[in-house]
Every structure is written in C-alpha cells, then in structure tokens.
C-alpha cells in the first residue's frame, strides 16, 4: 500500500490557527491563580528528537504509527505542517534553534565548528530575564559535537582558546543518554529555584541512526511505503527500523510529560516538540529535499492554545528564539532574523516568512570524500515552490550516515542491475546532479519533477532565485550567488 505525503499532512476540518481571529483565548480565562506579572511567565520545555521528518507521527496521520504521547501534545495544543529547520544536519539546525540566525550568518556551517562566544543564544536572555536555564540529554551540539571523539590537536585547540562556552551560558548541563533523560529533567526540575521560571532543552537520541529498537518496531510487512521510497523488502526492514525508534521515542516522551503534569506544572508550562532535522532516509537527512528539512513541531501551552489547532504557514528553525522570547516577555536581538509566531499559536492572523531558507555544509568529523561528508547547497522555499542550489552539482548524490547500510547497498545493486523503477534511478543515481531544482510542492510534493529550466516555470524561477540572491547577499554567504552577471 502507498500513501501520497499529501495525505499524511491533509487538513481535516480541524481549526486552523492562521486563520481563525477568533480561536484566541484570552489569557485572563486562565489566571484562576492570579499572582504577580512575573509569575505569568510560563516555564519553556523545548523537546527535540534527532533526525525526524514531518510525516513521521500518529498526529500527522501517519497510517503507521502509534504515537499517543506526542499526539496528545498536538490534541491539546498545536501541530505546524511546515517547519522547515535551516539546515538538514544537526550542528547548523540546532545553531540556528538557539541563536534565531542562519547557520551562514553565525558561522556554523562547518559540522563541528563550536557555537563563537560573540554569538548570543536565546537561554542566556532568558537567563538574565530571570529564568532558570538548562540542557539535558541527547548533546545540544555546539560546543563543537564530538569533542569527547575530535582529534587530539581539535581537543588541545578547544582548551587554548576557551571554545566550549555553554556552561558558560546556562545553569544547568547534563549530556546524557535517552534512558537518562528522567533522571535528569527531575534533578533539573528539583533545581529550580523557587519562584523563578524554567527553561529547559531536553534532547533524545531517538530516532537517529542506528536504528535498534527492536523491541517497538512494525511488522515490515504491514507498513506503508511511501512514495518517495521503492517498495523493496530492504527499504520495509529499515522503514520499520525508524518506526521503531519513533514508537520508543514517544514512551519516552509520555514519562517527560507526566513529571510535568504531576508535578502540577502542565498549565504554567509550554511544552514545545520539534525535530532538529529530517530523516535519514533518502533523500532526507543531509538533502534540502523536504524529508530533509519539514520537520514536526507540536506545541501545547494550556489556555493559550486552542486545542487540535493546525498550522500551515512556513516556519523557519529560526523563529523558536524569537518565539520562546515573546512567551517570556523579553525582545529579540535585532540580530535576530526569525520572526515570532506567537500569533499563530495564540490563532490570530499571521502571514509568517514569504520565504525560509536552508543550507547545506560539511557532516560530522569527515573528510569530503562523497556529498554525504561534504556537500554545499542553498535552498529557498515560498509557500508552494522550492529551488534547490547545488553549489556541487558536479557530484552524485550519497545518503548521509548510510554507509555500508544494508537497504542503500540493496538499492545500489537493483540500480545496476536495472531492477529499480528508472524514476528512482534518475533522483538516487545520477551521475551528476543539477545545479538548480524547481519543485511545485503543491503538485509534486515528494519532488520528482525538476521544474527548473523551462519556460513555463521561468517566472517561478527567477523570482525564487532573486530572493534566495538577497538572502545570500544579507547572510554573507561564502557561495557564488545564484544569480550571474552577463
Ligand atoms: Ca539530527
């Protein structure tokens, strides 16, 4: 059985909250327990999972997956169909999360470059606001991510110049594995100093690769493939890998939430859920292809939310800053190109961006062997079209963390022995990929059908190109532009 992705993010005729004024509650229906101003500050819990696309959970209509815990989030509050994160990779995502920038313009396109002091992250402006700050679990990444792994002379290099700088810019850090994560947000919780709001990042492993929850995994058998996949056994044994991830994700999840409720935090507490990039499927992770970079964000926040709100305009991974800072009563850093949603959440009118944009860099500690260790590409999204820039168009494609992976290496050998559908040949196995992509999402939403080039999408084109030039231009971008003199 196939499922087309617009089915999985279909609106039913669940609220929207872009579009609906009215769905606003007023703040005033939940301050049963008035206290003073400061006190309305709501505590943030900022939930991120590692490697997870858009389609990927129960509330998105995943004919699949069973995920109540993360789905009740949604039911209680607000799901976004199109978050997209500003980098399809960790490291630049999770910088532009924290700073309210792009990767490009704070520096962090070098997988393992460590955040630079002179770049503000939003918990240090909560933290002079009064918050209590932390990060808990699943490694926030930038203090450059493997630094417990990096080379020596990377070791010796970080500790002469005093680049780790988050304990510096929090109150509490604690790296740790998924199982920890309860321990750990209790210790944090214990922490909070009474009287004073928290925020608090908690990152989980799961579902980054490798895939080994066995344990809460599908039948291979019974999944639906999705159309951006061959239906081969290979491609069903991995798929039903990652659901297993996911499906262990959301237990995981179920018991964060449960501390909260318990500990009678649910209604003073916004509880935000996000990925901090797409899958590591193909044409996912590592890609500016939508598995790559429509991720799930789900936000309850109780009074302020109306309940089983559907979101549909672009939100950039640069927005969460912006955001978390307005919840909290603080402004922005003029820096700071995202743009708050609070509206959207709160179901006033928002237009929100025009446009979000994305790059792709360097991946973890590699040396550039492939495009899955060292690709350069930009990418401009509007409401219905993309354009994707390989900057090395020259290069195949090569899916990030697959090497030696069982289900790439099957469809590798079906590619040579001609065995696969020639449409996935034609996106997998190219020699060389195109400098540019046009995709109508709207029409061809699992981007099949390269638009760019033609002239009844030249318009389209060019228009997508000029913004993604201003973007380049604004951001300091190191790439040629994609726009060239005569
Ligand atoms: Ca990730």
Avoid at 31 to 45: H, S, V, Y
Avoid at 205 to 218: G, I, L, Q, V
Avoid at 300 to 307: A, F, M
Wanted: net charge neutral; aromatic share 10%.
């Amino acid at each position: 059985m196939r499922i087309s992705r617009r089915r999985f993010m279909k609106l039913t005729s669940e609220v929207s909250a872009c579009a609906l004024a009215s769905a606003f509650i007023s703040p005033k229906s939940l301050t049963a327990n008035e206290k003073t101003a400061k006190d309305k500050r709501p505590n943030i819990l900022f939930i991120l999972s590692d490697d997870h696309s858009a389609p990927y959970l129960g509330c998105y209509n995943h004919p699949d997956l069973k995920t109540p815990n993360l789905d009740s989030i949604a039911a209680d509050g607000a799901r976004f169909n199109r978050a997209y994160t500003t980098a399809p990779q960790c490291v630049p995502s999770r910088a532009s999360l924290m700073t309210g920038r792009s990767a490009v313009d704070i520096r962090m396109t070098r997988f393992t470059a460590p955040l630079p002091a002179d770049i503000i992250s939003f918990p240090e402006i909560l933290k002079k606001a009064g918050y209590y700050t932390g990060l808990v679990g699943r490694t926030y990444h930038l203090d450059s991510p493997y630094y417990k792994s990096e080379p020596e002379v990377s070791r010796r290099v970080f500790e002469k110049h005093n680049l780790r700088t988050f304990a510096r810019r929090v109150d509490y850090i604690k790296d740790g594995a998924d199982k920890d994560n309860v321990a750990s947000i209790t210790e944090f919780l214990d922490n909070v100093p009474e009287g004073r709001p928290f925020f608090l990042q908690l990152g989980f492993s799961d579902p980054h690769r490798p895939w080994e929850a066995k344990d809460y995994e599908p039948n291979p058998n019974s999944i639906t493939i999705p159309e951006t996949m061959p239906d081969v056994p290979s491609v069903r044994t991995d798929l039903a890998a990652y659901y297993g991830e996911i499906q262990r994700l959301d237990g995981n999840i179920g018991q964060i939430l449960e501390i909260i409720d318990k500990r009678g935090l649910k209604d003073s507490t916004m509880v935000v859920f996000m990925g901090d990039n797409g899958a590591a499927l193909i044409r996912g992770k590592g890609t500016l292809y939508e598995y790559g970079l429509n991720v799930p964000l789900l936000i309850r926040w109780p009074g302020h939310i109306k309940p089983s709100t559907v979101c549909d305009v672009l939100i950039s991974g640069e927005d969460i800053a912006p955001t978390f800072l307005e919840a909290a009563g603080v402004s922005a850093l003029k820096e700071m190109t995202g743009i708050s949603f609070m509206n959207a959440i709160r179901g006033k009118p928002f237009e929100g961006h025009k446009y979000v944009f994305a790059e792709r860099g360097s991946h973890a500690s590699l040396l550039p062997t492939d495009t899955a260790a060292f690709d350069l590409g930009r990418c401009v999204i509007s409401k219905r079209y993309k354009l994707i820039y390989n900057a090395l168009w020259q290069l195949p494609y090569e899916p990030v963390d697959m090497w030696k992976n069982p289900m790439w290496e099957d469809l590798k050998r079906r590619h040579d022995e001609k065995t696969i559908d020639p449409k996935f040949s034609k996106v997998l196995f190219a020699e060389q990929r195109p400098m540019f992509e046009v995709y109508d999402l709207e029409k061809d939403p699992y981007e099949f059908n390269n638009l760019a080039g033609t002239s009844e999408f030249a318009e389209v084109e060019n228009k997508l190109k000029e913004a993604l030039q201003e973007w380049m231009i604004l951001n300091q971008d190191y790439l040629p532009l994609p726009i060239k003199s005569r």
